[in-house]
């Protein structure tokens, strides 16, 4: 069985801060890492690898400096990854990706990061709008051929909506399910647990697309060995959306990142007055409000 | 169409154009008409207000028409029921003669399989998680509040394809309307979708909730005085799906063992919400709870080192305090 794991640079949520004065992310010490969402899609596919053999290949889009996670991967388990990268240019606020391998953008409209590839504005966590990912992904996908099965991670770290398996599948023409905490091979075929809340085994009619949400498997750590092998040669390959035969066009955004919305400031210290009732009320009232209950 | 509510919206006659026939369109793929889809009624009725538009809301999973009713009450101007459940190629063909503005569905796994397919099919643009949408005054363009960070802000995000579709999450929205006065159009489409399709029970291992994963941790303190008092956290914590940790105090009365003690020589939390009941509060208490997202103390003592650093407090005996907020909870 040949697998894709589509996986994705994310910024670590604790390392990313929010600048209340200026109103965006505060990106200074904010360390990227693989999305950990994306380790259960991979471990999943792992785990099926083991019981019934095949492929497994992690396909990542990003920066120069998402050759990290696409080795990560490889260190984890993978057989191999794909990187489709290019040069990167703003354009009406949003980052392009420049689809020729030659095009170099303008340096006033790039901010270096560490000379590794380019940071996006601070206002959002996003290099490409969500559609043009998906394009990426699903001609990666269509160039590899005799893919039996897509998998994602549910949700990105610091910006995640879920809305790539969905859309994925749709650009793929394949089915998709969300939700599924594992996936398991019997000689019905293969099958997806989908819950965990009242879970329900799913039959996965291939190829497909599945997104998989953390379950009761622990994603793997990598082996020493396979973390020094990982950087070997021919492991990660390098992919411009022009080796894919895409045109600009194709990957013109259909959303525009804007500003930040900041709730009010964090006060501590408030007091809630009033008979012990009338404060457990206030309470409830105010964490139902804040929907942490 | 009635056009009473528009036209004392736009203090004029309105007459209904081409651009607005596509309308703001809210899916219901199940049926359910619950208060969190009213709610998305509500949101589609004042983005429609905004835009000149209709709203239109498509059921599936075979409605009575008290449900259509209850959806005009909320803001629709035109209901339209479907039997069964669709699939992805049944929308795409059902919105592709339509041309609709904008697509709103709840955040329910079929409306998050189905939105952003949808998004892809008809070439449109997408926010797969939205918690508020606005319209931009000058190109009214619809603009998705997408929480970001674990919703500790969000981005605003402009949906500059069309149709906009937009999967939102309906638990932060206000309140549904209620007007008894307005009158819609209700439809039978015709349409006739398979039913929902029953897969068989998995037995899938539960995670275990730890202190170190828990989302709703109370903290229970010397402060609570008896082993009642502690019962009483543990009601709590059962209450609100969370678990009951301690502080050093508990661990001396032998309420906690030493896995549940929070502290530097315990174990250090980052629940969503942590309720310290009875708690004072030392350093090494502040130390393992500063990633704490939200904290609520029931303290006696308004001098005591937690009340400063808590961001709510109740000034009262905890264990009064307690049983308030299992009475509340319990309504």
Known sequence: ?293 | MDLSYLEALMGGPVEETTAAAGGVWVVSPEGVLDDGALRLVGKARVVADALGAYVYLLLGGNPDSEAAQAAIRAGADHVLLASGVPALADLTNFFGERKPQVILFPRTRLGRTLGPGLAEKLGGGLCAYAADLAVAPIYQRVVAHQPVLDDAARQAVTIVASPAVVVMDTVALPAAFYEPWRTGKVEEVGLIWPAAVEYPHADVPSVPITLVNAAVVVAAGGGLKTAEGFALAERLAEALGGVVGGDLAALDAGWIGEEQLIGLTGRSVAPKLLLALGVDGDTSFFMATQAAGLIVAGQPDPKAPIVSVADQNVIADPTGFAGALLAELAR
């Open chain 1, 1 to 293: 069985m040949r697998m894709v794991i589509c996986v994705k640079q994310v910024y670590d949520p604790k390392s990313v801060k929010i600048s209340r004065s200026r109103e965006e992310f505060d990106l200074r010490d904010a360390v990227k890492i693989l999305n950990p969402a994306d380790k259960y899609a991979l471990e999943a596919a792992l785990c099926l690898r083991e019981s019934v053999g095949g492929e497994v290949i992690a396909l990542t889009v990003g920066d120069a400096g998402a050759e990290d996670v696409a080795r990560e991967a490889v260190a984890i388990g993978a057989d191999r990854a794909m990187l489709v990268t290019g040069s990167w240019k703003l354009e009406t606020g949003n980052w392009k990706l420049e689809t020729g391998k030659d095009v170099s953008a303008p340096a006033s409209s790039l901010r270096p990061d560490s000379g590794q590839g380019f940071q996006p504005p601070a206002a959002s966590f996003q290099l490409l709008a969500s559609n043009a990912v998906t394009r990426l992904l699903a001609a990666a996908i269509v160039r590899l051929g005799e893919v039996d099965l897509a998998l994602t991670g549910e949700l990105g770290a610091t910006d995640g909506t879920g809305g790539l398996a969905p859309r994925l599948a749709a650009a793929l023409g394949w089915p998709v399910t969300l939700d599924a905490v594992g996936l398991s091979q019997n000689e019905d075929g293969l099958w997806a647990v989908v819950g965990p809340a009242d879970a329900r085994f799913v039959p996965i009619v291939q190829p497909a697309v599945v997104a998989i949400v953390p379950g009761p498997e622990r994603p793997r750590y990598p082996h020493p060995r396979r973390i020094a092998n990982a950087w070997n040669e021919g492991l990660v390959e390098f992919l411009t959306p022009a080796d894919l035969g895409l045109t600009p066009d194709a990957l013109t955004p259909d959303t525009e990142p804007g500003s930040l919305i900041l709730g009010p400031e964090r006060v501590r210290g408030q007091v809630v007055g009033g008979a012990i009732g009338e404060a457990a009320k206030t309470v409830v009232g105010m964490l139902r409000a804040k929907r942490v209950i």
